[in-house]
């Protein structure tokens, strides 16, 4: 930076703010993402059965996606979470990201319904986000890439 004027300096360390900022904020949706995502058999908080509500989530910037009921039989369904990373990777931090099960019984499950309780997965994935967060955050600090 020698040699370069005051405000040049000062410009540049905004952009490498701006940057991290969105790095940090990118990392962090994916981790929750894949925290969210994480099976009970494989000790997270999902429950599966056949998969349809696992692999039902879609990440959007622009708006959040219709509901769809799981198509008759008994076929198993696949998470493929490629599509979420782009959706994530196309996120520039300043406007939202839209993250939706759209299975339409997701709500059933996750707040419990017909007596049965519910499985919170999506906040207990969500209350971990201020942890994972400053983790992310000490991690891009210290890899010194926006120094």
Not at 39 to 50: E, F, H, I, T, Y
Not at 53 to 78: C, D, Y
Not at 124 to 133: D, E, M, S
Request: hydrophobic content about 45%; aromatic content about 8%.
């Amino acid at each position: 930076m020698a040699g370069q004027s005051f405000d040049k300096q000062i410009v540049a360390r905004i952009e490498r703010i701006r940057k991290a900022r969105l790095v940090v904020m990118q990392e962090s949706a994916q981790r929750i993402i894949n925290l969210a995502q994480t099976p009970v058999s494989a000790g997270g908080n999902l429950p599966v059965d056949l998969g349809f509500l696992r692999g039902s989530i879609t990440a959007s910037v622009e708006v959040p996606a219709a509901t769809r009921t799981r198509p008759p039989g008994k076929a198993a369904f696949s998470y493929d979470g490629g599509a979420i990373s782009l959706a994530i990777a196309g996120w520039k931090a300043s406007g939202p990201l839209f993250i939706t099960y759209t299975a339409n019984y997701a709500r059933h499950v996750h707040w419990g319904a017909r007596g049965r309780p519910g499985r919170p997965w999506v906040t207990l994935a969500a209350q971990q986000f201020p942890r994972i967060v400053r983790e992310v955050a000490q991690e891009v600090r210290a890899s010194g890439a926006f120094q």
